[in-house]
């Protein structure tokens, strides 16, 4: 495995190139390309992978039996997935992972790092550090997903959200990483419902918006 793909990796942080390389090493890592739409992980599975995104994006989503979906979040590139489940080793997947576009993904059995022996290398503890701190942004964004489907209104789930990416950016025009579709799956809304009412706030003068570039009005939020 080629060190130089991870070097300038969060996950990687801190680690010389031949600490990488052992690190690779030793949790198998592996690389696999995916197509646009393709699942890369199933619900319902147990992993013991745990996926980083090396290019590309994959979206993390909750498919119930009656069809509904629902967008968690997004990974891009540099970030990782499926870290709790690889842990815990037999714990099936709650979620799909599918590719968002055509995307490049390294795979570790980071289960390893919870086998005991009497002198860890350099880069595990590194290595548990870093994920330690990633997954607590993780959880981060998780908690503030809540905060955006809590309002009963589409207006003011909407009103949550851009305002959050406005503060996020330090400016009231932006992207954001969600098409139409995803951004009512991710809110929790009706496609149709969103549509409407982002096109009456851009009515009433509170914002303007092009595919996925916002720009909120002064005070509008």
């Known amino acids: 495995m080629n060190a130089g793909l991870f070097q ?3 996950l990687f942080t801190g680690m010389s190139a031949d600490e990488i390389g052992q690190a690779c090493d030793a949790l198998e890592a592996r690389v696999k390309k995916y197509r646009k739409g393709e699942t890369v992980l199933f619900a319902g599975e147990p992993t013991e992978m745990m996926g980083l995104v090396l290019s590309g994006s ?23 997935f499926a870290e709790t489940y690889a842990f815990l080793g037999n714990e099936p997947v ?52 809540s905060f955006h ?21 330090h400016s009231k025009e932006f992207d954001i990483p969600f098409d139409r579709q995803q951004l009512a799956d991710y809110l929790n809304v009706d496609r149709t419902a969103l549509s409407k009412e982002l096109g009456r706030m851009r009515a009433e003068g509170i914002l303007e918006f092009r595919k996925n570039h916002f720009i909120l009005k002064e005070d509008s939020l």
Do not use: C
């Open 8 to 10: 300038n990796n969060t």
């Open 58 to 80: 994959v979206t993390i989503e909750n498919n119930d039996i009656w069809g509904n979906r629902t967008i968690l979040s997004i990974v891009k590139a540099n970030g990782f």
């Open 94 to 145: 709650s979620v799909d992972v599918t590719a968002n576009e055509p995307s490049e993904i390294a795979f570790f059995r980071v289960h390893k790092l919870m086998e005991d022996h009497p002198f860890p290398h350099t880069w595990e503890t590194k290595m548990i550090r870093s994920i330690l701190k990633i997954s607590m942004q993780k959880n981060l964004v998780l908690a503030r997903r």
């Open 149 to 169: 489907i809590s309002p009963k209104s589409v207006r003011g789930r909407i009103m949550s959200y851009l305002g959050t990416v406005s503060l996020q950016k």
